[in-house]
């Protein structure tokens, strides 16, 4: 498992390439890979949103993250996991999150990752300040449930 | 005894400090240390809290060297 907290942009597609032929966890084991990559936006609540703060609380973020990973490995069956945060000052288009789950099948895969990133949005302690373009900031209020139906 | 409290976000924001340390003679809860740290402020709605960076409950006992948190809900991801 590696967990990394950047205060600088990533690459989430050369991280997912550079741990995937080194880590021995799942070298020649794996049959399925699911990623979550989430990018920052230009726009959040009908305004247009310029840059973006991101603050978070060191030492309990990465041990919360490493807990949610320990919980997917409870129930299901995943090799290995990579999970990338930024923090700090981000632009539009940037990579804000990546979650990659190896596992011998996709099933495993897929859910483990959506249990990450679910678990990440309601429960790793980082908060997002954002500067709108009318010179004016303000503090993201809560996330939304990933698993509620907005069609109904 | 002796916590070490940290603020985060904008709760940090709105009452103006992002650490501060206190101390107790008696057996204190969650809710205790931030009533000790906060005189006259309300605990704001919806805060969660924090203790050696595990989730806690307001009536959660601490101890002393206790790293205790309080911050609003998370917006990470």
């Known amino acids: ?152 | 005894m002796s916590i070490k409290v940290q603020y985060f976000a904008s709760l940090k924001d709105a009452i103006g400090k992002s650490e501060d340390e206190i101390t107790g003679e008696k057996s204190l809860s969650v809710k205790d240390v931030w009533d000790l740290s906060n005189q006259g402020h309300k605990l704001p709605e919806n805060t969660l809290a924090a203790v050696n960076m595990d989730y806690a409950e307001l009536n959660d006992n601490v101890s002393d060297g206790d790293e205790v948190a309080f911050f609003p809900p998370v917006t990470g991801g």
Not at chain 1, 121 to 141: C, G, I, M, Q, Y
């Open chain 1, 1 to 152: 498992m590696q967990i990394k907290i950047c205060a600088n942009e990533f690459d989430p597609f050369q991280e997912i390439q550079i741990f995937q032929k080194s880590a021995l966890s799942i070298v020649k084991k794996f049959g399925a890979t699911s990623v979550f990559i989430g990018t920052m936006r230009d726009m959040n609540d009908g305004d247009a949103v310029e840059a973006m703060t991101l603050e978070y609380y060191q030492g309990m973020t990465e041990k919360q993250l490493e807990k949610f990973v320990f919980e997917a490995k409870q129930q299901w069956q995943i090799l290995d996991a990579l999970i990338l945060h930024r923090v700090g000052n981000i632009l539009p288009d940037q990579t804000i999150v990546l979650i990659a789950v190896w596992a011998s099948h996709r099933g495993d895969a897929f859910d483990a990752c959506r249990y990450i990133i679910e678990a990440l949005k309601s429960r790793a302690p980082f908060w997002k300040k954002e500067k709108l373009t009318a010179n004016d900031e303000r503090w993201v209020s809560n996330n939304t449930d990933g698993y509620l139906n907005k069609n109904k």
